[in-house]
């Protein structure tokens, strides 16, 4: 299960950066998504540990 878990943050991680960098608007557009991510990421490091 940790292997998924890690696998799902990568693929979330890899999105809001991508998110994060291609625009201001897209930064914008999707602030609440790459809050989210960076919370869960954040959450699933903490139970991890």
């Known amino acids: ?8 943050i990568a693929k979330i991680a890899m999105i809001a950066s991508i998110a994060g960098i ?4 897209g930064l914008i557009e999707y602030s609440r998504f790459s809050i989210l991510a ?5 959450a699933i490091l903490a139970i991890s540990y």
């Open 38 to 42: 960076i919370l869960a990421i954040m």
């Open 22 to 25: 291609s625009t201001i608007a």
């Open 1 to 8: 299960m940790a292997a998924a878990n890690r696998l799902l």
